[in-house]
């Protein structure tokens, strides 16, 4: 439920600046991250958010 709540506008976001796979790379870290949210749903979109922002500072960083 909640993948499918904030895919969508987070793939776009990630794929307007860099590609899908910085998407798929910020799920696998939402993921592993999961167990750390506290919340509720609003919120869970900011901080998965913040992780897809942190793959694509990760990306621009060392691309490839």
């Known amino acids: 439920m909640l993948y ?3 895919h ?3 793939l776009r976001y990630l794929r307007v600046l860099v ?3 910085v998407a798929s790379e910020a ?3 939402i993921v592993r991250d999961l167990a750390s949210f506290r919340g ?3 919120g869970f979109r900011g901080w998965a958010a913040t992780r897809g922002l942190r793959k694509l500072a990760e990306y621009l960083e060392h691309p490839g």
């Open 40 to 42: 509720e749903v609003d």
């Open 19 to 21: 590609g899908e796979d």
């Open 4 to 6: 499918r709540s904030v």
């Open 27 to 29: 799920w696998l870290q």
């Open 8 to 10: 969508p506008a987070l």
